[in-house]
C-alpha cells in the first residue's frame, strides 16, 4: 500500500524574480521517495496528511490539510539560506482508512532515511502522534551511533496520555517513545498548561523523568532561567529533535489549531528557544504540528508556522 503522496507544484508559488530570492523558486519537487544523495547537507521537506490521531484524542477536525497551507506560505518566504543548501520536498505520507499507524511505519522510515542520506528533516503536520513516529525514526539513527538522543517539545500539552483501547492517538506520542525508549527517553517539555494537563500527567511526567517547565515560567521576563535549563539539558545529550506544538502558541497567534488556548506562550520567547536550540549545532530533526487550516484567521497560523520553518533552518545554516 503506498501512503506516499507526490509533491505538487500547486503548493509552492510566490513573487516571481530574475534570482532565487523565495523559498518557491528554491524548493525541488522529488517523487517516489528517491531520496537525494547529493554530498552535503540538505534540508528534506515530508509532509504528514493526517488526522486519525486527533479524532481518537477527540479533537477538532481539519489538521489533514495543514502541510499544504503551511508550504502555500513558505513558499512565498524570503530565502536566506546558502545558495549550496538544496531544499527537497518528498510530498505527503496520507493515513488510509483510518490506519494511522500504517503512516507511523512510513514516517518513521522515511525520517531515518533521510537522516542516514544527510537531510535536516523538516516534518509538516498533521496531528502531534507524527512526533511519535518522527521520533521513532530519529532516536533509532542516534541510537545506531551509540549517541544520546534528547527530546524537546514546546506545547501546551506534555502528550504523555496513555493509549486508548489499545492504540496511540495525538495526545499520546512521548507515552508510546517513553514506552518504548525507556532509559534513552530524555524529555524537556516547554510550555506546559495546568489547565491542560490533569495530576495524573505530571505523575506520567515524574515517572518518566520529563524536565519541563509551566505556563506561568515560559515568559520572555523570565529568560536568564528558561536559558539555564535548556543549555542544562542540550549539555546532556548529543542530538536534539524538536517538535513544535501550534497550540502551545496564545491563540491570539495562532487560533488555527486543534486546541486553542488564550494563556499559551507568544513568538518571542518560542523564537529565542528556537535560536538558542539551533545554536547549539544539535539540532537533527524539526516538526511542526497541529495547523488546523479549516480554523485559521487570515492565515495567521499557517504563516506562525512558515516562520518557525524558515527560521530554524536559517540558524541552523548560519
Same mark, same amino acid.
Given at each position: 500500500?503506498?501512503?506516499?503522496?507526490?509533491?505538487?507544484?500547486?503548493?509552492?508559488?510566490?513573487?516571481?524574480?530574475?534570482?532565487?530570492?523565495?523559498?518557491?523558486?528554491?524548493?525541488?519537487?522529488?517523487?517516489?521517495?528517491?531520496?537525494?544523495?547529493?554530498?552535503?547537507?540538505?534540508?528534506?521537506?515530508?509532509?504528514?496528511?493526517?488526522?486519525?490521531?486527533?479524532?481518537?484524542?477527540?479533537?477538532?477536525?481539519?489538521?489533514?490539510?495543514?502541510?499544504?497551507?503551511?508550504?502555500?506560505?513558505?513558499?512565498? #518566504?524570503?530565502?536566506?539560506?546558502?545558495?549550496?543548501?538544496?531544499?527537497?520536498?518528498?510530498?505527503?505520507?496520507?493515513?488510509?482508512?483510518?490506519?494511522?499507524?500504517?503512516?507511523?511505519?512510513?514516517?518513521?522510515?522515511?525520517?531515518?532515511?533521510?537522516?542516514?542520506?544527510?537531510?535536516?528533516?523538516?516534518?509538516?503536520?498533521?496531528?502531534?502522534?507524527?512526533?511519535?513516529?518522527?521520533?521513532?525514526?530519529?532516536?533509532?539513527?542516534?541510537?545506531?551511533?551509540?549517541?544520546?538522543?534528547?527530546?524537546?517539545?514546546?506545547?501546551?500539552?506534555?502528550?504523555?496520555?496513555?493509549?486508548?483501547?489499545?492504540?496511540?492517538?495525538?495526545?499520546?506520542?512521548?507515552?508510546?517513545?517513553?514506552?518504548?525508549?525507556?532509559?534513552?527517553?530524555?524529555?524537556?517539555?516547554?510550555?506546559?498548561?495546568?489547565?491542560?494537563?490533569?495530576?495524573?500527567?505530571?505523575?506520567?511526567?515524574?515517572?518518566?523523568?520529563?524536565?519541563?517547565?509551566?505556563?506561568?515560567?515560559?515568559?520572555?521576563?523570565?529568560?536568564?532561567?528558561?536559558?539555564?535549563?535548556?543549555?542544562?539539558?542540550?549539555?546532556?545529550?548529543?542530538?536534539?529533535?524538536?517538535?513544535?506544538?501550534?497550540?502551545?502558541?496564545?491563540?491570539?497567534?495562532?487560533?488555527?489549531?486543534?486546541?486553542?488556548?488564550?494563556?499559551?506562550?507568544?513568538?518571542?520567547?518560542?523564537?529565542?528557544?528556537?535560536?538558542?536550540?539551533?545554536?547549539?549545532?544539535?539540532?537533527?530533526?524539526?516538526?511542526?504540528?497541529?495547523?488546523?487550516?479549516?480554523?485559521?484567521?487570515?492565515?495567521?497560523?499557517?504563516?506562525?508556522?512558515?516562520? #518557525?520553518?524558515?527560521?530554524?533552518?536559517?540558524?541552523?545554516?548560519?
Amino acid at each position: 500500500m503506498n501512503l506516499n503522496q507526490n509533491p505538487s507544484a500547486s503548493n509552492w508559488n510566490g513573487r516571481k524574480s530574475d534570482s532565487t530570492e523565495y523559498w518557491h523558486q528554491a524548493v525541488q519537487l522529488v517523487s517516489g521517495l528517491n531520496f537525494s544523495t547529493q554530498s552535503g547537507k540538505k534540508i528534506g521537506i515530508l509532509g504528514y496528511s493526517g488526522e486519525e490521531g486527533v479524532i481518537r484524542n477527540q479533537g477538532r477536525l481539519g489538521t489533514q490539510e495543514a502541510p499544504a497551507a503551511i508550504r502555500k506560505v513558505l513558499g512565498s #518566504t524570503a530565502l536566506h539560506l546558502p545558495d549550496q543548501v538544496p531544499i527537497l520536498d518528498y510530498g505527503d505520507i496520507v493515513t488510509l482508512d483510518g490506519d494511522m499507524e500504517a503512516s507511523h511505519e512510513a514516517i518513521s522510515e522515511i525520517s531515518y532515511e533521510l537522516l542516514k542520506s544527510n537531510h535536516f528533516p523538516i516534518l509538516l503536520g498533521g496531528g502531534h502522534d507524527l512526533a511519535y513516529a518522527n521520533g521513532k525514526g530519529v532516536s533509532k539513527y542516534v541510537l545506531e551511533k551509540e549517541e544520546k538522543l534528547g527530546i524537546i517539545n514546546l506545547d501546551a500539552h506534555f502528550d504523555l496520555r496513555p493509549l486508548a483501547n489499545g492504540k496511540g492517538h495525538s495526545g499520546s506520542p512521548f507515552f508510546q517513545l517513553a514506552e518504548e525508549l525507556k532509559g534513552d527517553f530524555h524529555y524537556l517539555a516547554l510550555g506546559i498548561q495546568r489547565a491542560g494537563n490533569p495530576k495524573s500527567l505530571f505523575e506520567t511526567a515524574q515517572k518518566v523523568k520529563a524536565k519541563y517547565l509551566v505556563m506561568e515560567e515560559f515568559r520572555l521576563h523570565n529568560w536568564e532561567y528558561i536559558e539555564e535549563q535548556i543549555i542544562w539539558f542540550l549539555d546532556s545529550v548529543n542530538k536534539v529533535y524538536l517538535s513544535v506544538d501550534l497550540d502551545g502558541f496564545s491563540s491570539a497567534f495562532a487560533p488555527g489549531v486543534s486546541a486553542p488556548s488564550p494563556m499559551g506562550f507568544d513568538p518571542h520567547i518560542a523564537f529565542k528557544v528556537f535560536e538558542l536550540i539551533a545554536s547549539s549545532k544539535k539540532l537533527i530533526s524539526l516538526d511542526v504540528v497541529e495547523l488546523n487550516p479549516k480554523y485559521d484567521q487570515d492565515h495567521a497560523t499557517a504563516r506562525l508556522a512558515a516562520r #518557525t520553518v524558515e527560521y530554524i533552518a536559517r540558524k541552523i545554516f548560519e
